[in-house]
């Protein structure tokens, strides 16, 4: 789901409060997501919070959802824990998450208005705060601004009808050339072709809207480029090697991915950029990252909260992005001298519109449905209409139940 690794895990939990350097100190108990560890911002609050140590746990994402469940079930969870922006709905519906909104005015760091809309939408759940954004991510298009300039795109394609266009040129060249990749595994991917062609996919009132034109015509739009040869039904080609070749001189894809093409790629240097997405309605990205929240079982509510307001200071999240690379989540860090290149600029600006998706429990079961579907498409042949109303039924059947 995040394919960030995530920073600050170091030690293993369980309490520190005998003997040593911890004696007499309060401790709280923090569950981290990843597997590589720095401890600078641990340290740091710890010196400025002398009374405080804290005890973190580093969790991999493969085991942390399950982790979680135990945790709620026997009330023994942290006092704080980084949740991937998907799981909070299923978490905050069970209970286990403490509301923060009595904390907003005394913590001016977790205000909404700090955040990108995007992330804002990830805070709340029944109308109560939930969870504070950690760090972001977003979708932008990677091209080979050489390339593309031969097509008449120095600059990339601004929108649906230029991406078709430039990617038929890109293709004519023939010869195992192809224009852009398509990671129909993805339900990131194939949301933010729906959500650029005006569809909500799943309403507020829990309704879902496969089936209508909006969504429709998106996977009409990606299948196109199946047919056509823009994008091969299946492909094995190494995504650096390709994109340095020019087989693939377009992808869409994070920010983890600039320093691969650095590191795997140094003969293309100046010869690619990033772009915001081309539009059709929106140009509309996926935005995902992580947030931390405070578990309702815990005793050391006033710590943790002021735990999780120092991580949101601009400063520690300009520390963490040095460490980890994982974007900051509140805006003013974005005017800061390490996001004036504009290959990491781009994803500022996208950021501005990139939303999550639909903030339901229900959403990864519905997701499997749709990639399945997409796949039957594409690969199988099957009719888009149809495949949709059947997507439709079975979201309908998940969000009954």
């Known amino acids: 789901m995040l394919m960030f690794s995530v920073v600050l895990a170091g030690c293993s939990g369980g309490s520190e409060n005998a003997g040593g350097s911890g004696e007499g100190k309060k401790e709280l108990k923090v569950w981290l997501m990843g597997d590589e560890t720095d401890e600078t911002l641990i340290k740091q609050y710890e010196e400025d919070n002398p009374g405080v140590k804290i005890s973190v746990q580093s969790i991999p994402w493969g085991s942390a959802h399950d982790k979680l469940l135990t945790a709620v079930a026997s009330k023994s969870g942290p006092d704080v824990v980084q949740m991937g922006t998907t799981w909070i709905p299923e978490f905050a519906q069970a209970g286990a998450l403490l509301d923060l909104t009595p904390y ?28 504070i954004p950690w760090y972001v ?40 050339n192809y224009a852009i990749t398509i990671d129909a595994k993805d339900m990131n991917y194939l949301s933010m072709f729906a959500w650029q062609n005006g569809s909500v996919m799943i309403d507020e009132d829990r309704q879902p809207h496969f089936n209508e034109p909006p969504f429709v015509e998106a ?70 990252g992580a947030n931390m929240s405070v578990f309702n079982s815990t005793k050391n509510a006033e710590e943790a909260v002021k735990f999780i307001s120092f991580m949101s200071e601009q400063e520690s999240q300009l520390t963490n992005y040095d460490v980890s690379k994982n974007l ?59 495949e949709m109303d059947q997507l439709n039924a079975k979201a309908t059947n998940l969000l009954s139940k």
């Open 219 to 288: 996977m009409e739009f990606l299948k196109s480029f199946y047919d056509t040869g823009m994008t091969p039904l299946a492909s094995d080609l190494d995504l650096f090697a390709a994109f340095k070749d020019g087989q693939f001189p377009m992808f869409i894809s994070g920010p983890w991915m600039i320093q691969g093409i650095k590191d795997k790629a140094p003969e293309i240097e100046g010869k690619w950029a990033t772009t915001v997405l081309p539009a059709k309605e929106s140009n509309t990205s996926f935005l995902g």
């Open 137 to 176: 991510e977003t979708r932008v298009l990677f091209y080979r601004t050489d390339i593309l300039a031969e097509m008449g795109y120095p600059e990339g394609p601004k929108n649906w009808d230029e991406l078709k266009d430039a990617g038929e040129k890109l293709a004519a060249r023939g010869n195992g």
């Open 328 to 386: 900051p989540a509140i805006k003013s860090a974005w005017e800061d001298e390490r996001f004036q290149d504009p290959i990491f600029a781009t994803f500022g600006v996208q950021l501005e519109n990139a939303q999550p998706v639909p903030f339901i429990k229900e959403w990864d079961a519905i997701s499997q449905e749709a990639i399945g579907a997409f796949e039957r498409i594409t690969v199988g042949g099957a009719d888009i209409q149809s």
């Open 104 to 131: 907003l005015e005394q913590y001016p760091n977790l205000k909404p208005e700090n955040y990108f809309d995007g992330a804002v939408q990830t805070m709340s759940y029944d109308d109560k705060v939930v969870g």
